[in-house]
């Protein structure tokens, strides 16, 4: 497994394994299976309502032997309706609690919105307490980084956005690399969208090391020096995404890679409109 060391000194495996989506009864199975496949990185969010049966799957794995505590690197994240200085404290303890952690590896603010700079406060004192290892963001664009770099004492040690062959985010990665701040890769493989599995580009690529599509893309990442999280409930796919380390894309398939590029999400872009008003819409309701 690649390691990456962040801006703080300390160290991530650079593959990870994500729950989003899972359905609840699945994932503590999905997550025992993807420890035992080789996954060190689990990463879940306070909003996937799956914090406990993330848990669940851990402990089955520490318990039986596959890993030590130390040996993994758990992520969870503070979702848009606790971001503010007092609901993240409540927050980080709650998932401390649900998932029967001493301690959380990573822990990002989800979104772009609400009182990020509060919650930052106190992901910051979380920090320094030990409560949390390293602190960092989600689905800001770079132009919100590097503001919540300036202004802020302590600058994030990730950032985890989308990127996938859809969406490549080239010119954002320069920025987060002038700013020291380390992209992590979520939804690689599009979720599928476009018919991303099927992709000739992409299957003549792996047909040449006889790799699949999904080691093509978490390969791309790789080289790249982004992080990346994939997510399957199926442990030969969990196997497949990890078997990306003995094979290396050359400069030729990289061109071709970029090629694919729409520079557009596959999903939603944060920012529009009618996004913000539907996330303002679920944080003001939940507040009445
Ligand atoms: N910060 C954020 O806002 C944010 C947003 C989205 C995601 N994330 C994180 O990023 C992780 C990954 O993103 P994602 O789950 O949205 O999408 P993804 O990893 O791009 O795609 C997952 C989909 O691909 C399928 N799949 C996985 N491996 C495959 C393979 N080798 N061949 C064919 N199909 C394969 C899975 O199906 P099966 O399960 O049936 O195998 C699933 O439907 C999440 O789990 C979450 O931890 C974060």
């Known amino acids: 497994m690649n390691i990456i060391k962040l801006n703080n000194g300390l160290e991530m495996p650079q593959l990870g394994f ?4 899972i359905q609840n009864d699945q994932t503590a199975e999905a997550v025992y299976q993807a420890i035992k496949a080789g996954y060190r990185l689990i990463d879940t969010a306070s909003i996937y309502g799956n914090e406990k049966e993330t848990g669940e799957g851990i402990r089955r794995a520490i318990k039986e032997g596959l890993v030590t505590r130390e040996e993994l690197f758990i992520t969870t994240k503070l979702f848009i309706l606790q ?3 007092d609901k993240a404290i409540a927050t980080i303890e709650q998932s401390l609690a649900i ?4 301690y959380i590896d990573l822990y990002l603010i989800h979104q772009p919105y609400g009182d990020v700079y509060g919650a930052w406060r106190s992901l910051v004192a979380a920090q320094k307490s030990g409560k949390v290892k390293s602190i960092g963001i989600s689905n800001f664009k770079s132009s919100k980084m590097i503001e919540f770099v300036r202004l802020n004492g302590v600058k994030p040690q990730i950032n985890q956005i989308e990127v996938n062959p859809w969406n490549q ?3 954002d990665q320069k920025w987060h690399e002038k700013y020291g701040v380390q992209i992590e890769a979520w939804a690689p493989f599009a979720e599928g969208h476009r018919d991303l599995f099927i992709n000739p580009v992409l299957t003549e690529i792996g047909q040449q090391y006889g790799k699949s599509v999904g080691q093509v893309i978490l390969r791309w990442l790789m080289q790249r020096g982004i992080v990346a999280l994939a997510k399957s409930v199926r442990p030969e796919r969990m196997i497949e995404n990890i078997n990306i380390f003995d094979f290396e894309l050359t400069d030729e398939d990289l061109t071709k890679i970029a090629s694919l590029n729409m520079k557009e999400s596959a999903f939603f872009d944060h920012d529009a409109p009618n996004q913000v008003e539907w996330f303002m819409n679920r944080m003001l309701d939940t507040e009445k």
Do not use: C, D, H, T
Request: no cysteine; aromatic share 8%.
């Open 18 to 21: 994500g729950v989003y989506q």
């Open 169 to 171: 985010r080239i010119e």
């Open 83 to 85: 971001a503010s200085e």
């Open 99 to 102: 998932m029967e952690l001493n």
